[in-house]
């Protein structure tokens, strides 16, 4: 089996070049008109764009970006499962900027349903709406759909490529495909003779690959198993290839300085730096400057050299600023109404609970900084980058170069890290328009750790108001009002210059769209006009909508004097039975009782989102020299699990992220400038603050569920409300340092 390295540099070419001796697979009904991107050369065959066999091996064509998520895997396994392909010798490449990639469950997510409530009508309606992605090349790995948007089409690529191949070694061996088998990447006749698909890359090149039947899930043998990664080896090994590895020759080092109030420059003075020995020129970027030298270390030292004056903010410059802002615009009439059942004007007899909640800006600080490397011939860009968006990565790299999309070639490398980040393309575009000065001369172009955390597009901070009446134990009316600046509205004026219609659904989910029955049920959206550079952040809106949410949920638990692991099960089970078997099943594993000994807390805390219900228990301890998270108990039900230990990192991940932020995570700004600079004022949890998990997985869902980013909401109103319990303080503001004495 040849290596990655030998099969993408020798053997074959991603949309410019042949596939020497082999053939290239995928049959999917709804992608039969989309160009294939995989173009042969003389007197071979590619029958569309997910799986190549040749003389040296299988190699599977990933739609989706692994930023260690675990997704090569899953993808793979699905393809592996219907073609009957050996684990061993499978391949796994990242596929090219190509329509025929696009996702089309991602825009399905925007509909403003009940997500969980969804009829099969609407879960058609969000694959049919899904469809508009391919007009718009939306090759975009996110919103948690990589193995939803796979499901289907990637098995039924390798169906009908294991089908091809049996029908070209029938042809060889003069019988009839029918009583041909496979198994372990080779076709087996009556006989015994054995065929490998390998042998066949030749011959398979002539069959039409039929549409065939998937098999029933009670046949799988990889797909609903834990499998061995395919980055294991590379990543356990540290041969696994990352942007910042790439290393070309005659490479030059380069690295950027742009404006932290996010406007223009004003004028610079390089006196200093562009005298450095080793630095071979600054560049003028427009809002800001570009550095090309002999090392990235001293690329960094020249660019913080540089005398530069900066464009005023056009957004308020302090924290306190942009909270007024904030909590301004809810007395602003609402810009949706995405959930307003009963009425919640309504005088009912009961207790009042009301309450305030604030959550900061929250940068993404990936563990690799943003990075790209660009070679510019004139004709042509090549560009190297670890991103989640290869199609818009290569239309803005066209752009700034002045060239056409197809002069330039994306190679889209093992991310270290993304949570939403690299679905931006400014890293990718900076390294190209540097590399446009350097005609035919590689650029490595790498932020320093400073320009990427003061550089970042963050999660909004966010206000919400609450207020509930609780009577005879059960949640009778709950009214809530969300004030944010809209992360998608942002997004996309940076992105195509205009705002989507109809409501922002994104800005209230996680707290609209909860599976509660509560028959008085208000909940408003209000957006914040304000241009602090904003982006998706790992679980988008859920993020901060999960803990007002949640925490308010918890509060009326206690207001209505019922155990709150209860309150929520009793709303869930008349809404949602696989949300209210997740929150049993977190009572159970946890073996929760409602009482906990003096020094201990428990919370519990819920988020439906990404089409998975995921319940969690935090348990912390007051040690006497601070406060420690003990365990985290998490249930979630994904509907199918294709592969159980990855769906479990992913949870744990998600919740340590979300710890991570609800613990300590905070962006301020003064003089319009974000303050946080490094891992030391913006950290994460460590080894020795990292509580233990444990993970159940559910699969009553009627439908797939996604699991890279559910693990994160629960986890932040988990915390607090764990932390409630053990000191009857209730924390309505993030991180919970401010309030709490925590073990960092």
């Known amino acids: 089996m040849a290596s990655i390295g030998k099969i993408a540099r020798r053997t074959f070419l991603i949309g410019t070049a042949a596939i020497v001796g082999g053939v290239a697979f995928g049959v999917y009904q709804v992608r039969k008109d989309a160009p294939n991107p995989l173009i042969a050369g003389d007197g071979e065959a590619t029958l569309n764009p997910y799986i190549l066999i040749n003389q040296e091996g299988i190699t599977i064509i990933a739609p989706r970006a692994e930023m260690g998520q675990g997704v090569h895997t899953t993808l793979a396994a699905l393809v592996a499962e219907e073609m009957d392909v050996a684990w061993e010798d499978i391949t796994v490449l990242h596929g090219p900027p190509a329509q025929a990639y696009y996702n089309q469950a991602l825009l399905g997510l925007a509909l403003p349903f009940r997500h969980y409530a969804d009829t099969e009508f609407q879960h058609n309606l969000r694959k049919n709406v899904g469809m508009v992605g391919k007009l718009l090349n939306l090759q975009v790995t996110g919103g948690s759909t990589s193995t939803k948007d796979a499901y289907d089409r990637m098995r039924h690529a390798g169906a009908s490529a294991r089908e091809a191949l049996k029908l070209a070694a029938a042809n060889q061996l003069g019988v009839d495909a029918d009583t041909l088998q496979t198994k372990n990447s080779a076709v087996i006749a009556p006989d015994g003779t054995t065929i490998l698909y390998t042998s066949l890359a030749e011959a398979v090149r002539e069959i039409t690959p039929p549409d065939v039947e998937l098999r029933d899930k009670s046949e799988w043998k990889y797909l609903g198993k834990s499998m061995p990664r395919t980055d294991m080896v590379a990543k356990s090994t540290g041969t696994a290839s990352y942007a ?10 380069a690295t950027v300085r742009m404006s932290p109030k996010r406007q223009g420059m004003i004028s ?10 080793g630095v071979e020129a600054i560049v003028d970027l427009g809002d800001g400057i570009g550095v090309v030298a002999s090392n990235t270390w001293l690329a960094i030292q020249a660019a913080e050299a540089v ?37 919640v004007t309504a005088a009912i007899d009961g207790t009042e609970v009301t309450a305030t909640y604030h959550v900061p800006f929250l ?10 490397t660009a070679l510019y011939t004139g004709e042509a860009l090549e560009i190297w980058s670890g991103n989640q968006a290869p199609v818009i990565v290569r239309d803005k790299c066209a752009e700034v170069c002045g060239l056409e999309p197809e002069q330039v070639t994306v190679h889209t490398t093992m991310l270290g890290g993304g949570f939403g980040r690299r679905g931006e393309w400014d890293f990718s575009s900076h390294a190209a328009r540097i590399a446009k000065d350097f005609p035919d001369t590689p650029i490595k172009m790498t932020w320093s750790r400073e320009e990427d955390m003061r550089h970042d597009f963050y999660r909004p901070a966010a206000t919400a108001q609450f207020r509930g009446v609780v009577a005879n ?5 709950l009214e809530g009002r969300v004030a944010a600046p809209s992360v998608t509205h942002i997004s996309s004026m940076r992105l195509v210059g205009q705002i989507p219609p109809g409501p922002d659904r994104g800005h209230v989910e996680g707290a609209a769209d909860q599976p509660y029955a509560i028959p008085n049920f208000r909940l408003t959206g209000h957006l914040t ?10 679980s988008v809106g859920n993020s901060f909508n999960g803990f007002f949410f949640d925490t308010f949920i918890d509060e009326m638990a206690h207001a209505a004097e019922t155990d709150p692991l209860a309150f929520r099960l009793n709303m869930a089970r008349a809404e949602h039975a696989p949300s209210a078997g997740v929150i049993e099943a977190v ?13 201990i807390g428990r919370g519990i805390g819920f988020t439906y989102s990404f089409g998975t219900p995921t319940a969690e228990v935090v348990e912390v301890e007051d040690t006497g020299n601070g406060i420690r998270i003990n365990k985290v108990w998490i249930a979630c039900d994904v509907g199918t699990a294709l592969d159980p230990s990855i769906i479990e990192a992913q949870m744990t991940s998600g919740a340590v992220y979300g710890l991570s932020a609800a613990m300590q ?7 319009g400038e974000a303050e946080q600079y490094n891992f030391y004022d913006y950290d994460a949890l460590r080894m020795h603050n990292t509580p233990a998990f444990e993970v159940r997985i559910l699969e009553t869902n009627p439908h797939m569920g996604g699991v890279g980013e559910p693990g994160t909401p629960p986890s932040m109103p988990a915390l607090g409300n764990a932390l409630f319990d053990l000191t009857g303080t209730r924390a309505r503001e993030l991180p919970l340092i401010k309030t709490f004495d925590l073990i960092l």
Not at 244 to 253: N, Q, S
Not at 363 to 372: D, L
Request: proline share 7%; charged share 30%.
């Open 587 to 599: 009572g159970e594993m946890s073996n929760w009782i409602g009482e906990t000994p003096e020094n």
């Open 268 to 277: 610079y003075d390089d006196s200093i730096a562009k005298d450095m020995p």
């Open 665 to 671: 995570g905070e962006v301020t700004f003064f003089d």
């Open 473 to 477: 134990g059960t949640a009778q009316l």
């Open 363 to 372: 940068a993404h600080s990936t563990m690799e900084p943003m990075n790209a």
């Open 529 to 538: 006009d304000i241009d602090v550079p904003l982006g998706f952040w790992r």
């Open 244 to 253: 910042a590895d790439t290393k070309l020759d005659g490479m030059k080092f």
């Open 307 to 343: 005398d530069i004056e900066w464009e005023p903010s056009s957004y308020p410059e302090t924290t306190e600023g942009l909270r007024e802002a904030i909590v301004a615009s809810l007395d602003n009439e609402p810009d949706s109404t995405i959930r307003d059942d009963g009425d």
